[in-house]
């Protein structure tokens, strides 16, 4: 055998083909020295066994003394097993793969199909529920913002409607106090009327029937331009100027020694009803009038004013 010892020859290493040889060689070597060992420990452990033997000898006599035991020669050293040759690895079973029976091989197909349209039918459940959700969140901003605008919509048209009834109350107490003023004025009209009546009635009752043209002296140019002034000032007339011609508003003013007006009476009118009701009033506030330098007044005095004269 190719590797082993040759008769009369030294001993030689069998050559190594390859890893596995020298791998099954070194786990065989190691099982061998298992043995020998195992061996070993036990035949020291086996006790001898006892030989008991009864000799019946019926004469005495001596026995005679063994003869020496042989002197056996001491054995050749034997050489060293040679180590027994590795056995090369057997080649690897070839495995076969399983046979698969086809419907079996189908059904788990179909499995496979499902299971990825399941996958795929939950995975475009979440996608739409996340857009409904999105959707569901726009439409409620929405909705705030919405109600947002008409919360401030409504707070709005309240602070208009409010500032509206400011507004209203604010005309309707102007109105109340140019109805009371032209109440006023009525009343002291009135009064001035009767008074006049009342004086051209006793003047008439004294005199002959004839009622004789008085002659008053010549008026102050500056009393009469102080009156003027002081009753331009107090008139508000809010129409428009813009007429042909100058229209002229002429009244009879009739006052008490204290400058303080009992009447007032139309001369002429401007043809202008809005004017004149605004020069008449405008006369009624100026009570008192002003007085002469000397602190006189004159009982009757004639104002004239023309509308595109104001201020």
Do not use: C
């Not at 005679?64 to 035991?69: E, L, N, Q, T, Y």
């Not at 001491?74 to 399983?98: D, G």
């Not at 007429?243 to 003013?253: C, D, H, L, Q, T």
């Amino acid at each position: 055998m190719s590797g082993g010892p040759t008769a009369g020859g030294p001993y030689r290493v069998p050559r190594q083909d390859n890893g596995w040889r020298a791998f099954a060689l070194a786990v065989a070597t190691h099982a061998l020295l298992f043995v020998f060992l195992w061996g070993g420990i036990n035949w020291q452990n086996t006790q001898p066994t006892a030989v008991e033997a009864e000799v019946w000898d019926l004469t005495t006599q001596q026995a005679a003394p063994p003869p020496p035991p042989a002197e056996e020669p001491e054995p050749e050293p034997r050489p060293a097993p040679p180590p027994p040759t590795p056995t090369p690895a057997p080649p690897p079973e070839k495995v076969e793969p399983p046979k698969v029976d086809p419907d079996i091989a189908l059904k788990r197909e179909k499995a496979k199909k499902e299971e990825e349209k399941r996958i795929a039918a939950e995975k475009e459940a979440k996608r739409k529920e996340k857009l409904e959700e999105e959707r569901k969140l726009a439409e409620k901003k929405a909705d705030e913002k919405k109600k947002r605008e008409e919360e401030e919509k409504r707070v709005a048209e309240e602070k208009a409607e409010q500032q509206k009834k400011k507004e209203d109350e604010a005309k309707k107490k102007l109105a109340e106090k140019k109805a009371a003023e032209k109440k006023e004025a009525d009343r002291l009209a009135k009064a001035l009327r009767a008074d006049t009546m009342q004086r051209i009635t006793g003047a008439a009752g004294a005199g002959s029937g004839t009622a004789e043209k008085s002659t008053a002296p010549r008026l102050d140019s500056g009393y009469v331009a102080a009156i003027t002034a002081k009753i331009k000032s107090n008139i508000s007339y809010a129409g428009s100027q813009d007429v042909s011609g100058n229209p002229r508003a002429e009244f009879k003013i009739t006052q008490l020694p204290t400058g303080e007006i009992i009447s007032v009476r139309k001369i002429k009118s401007s043809g202008i009803p809005a004017y004149d009701a605004a020069v008449e009033n405008a006369i009624a506030k100026s009570s008192p009038l002003p007085k002469k330098k000397d602190g006189t007044v004159e009982r009757d005095i004639n104002a004239a004013f023309n509308l595109k004269d104001l201020p």
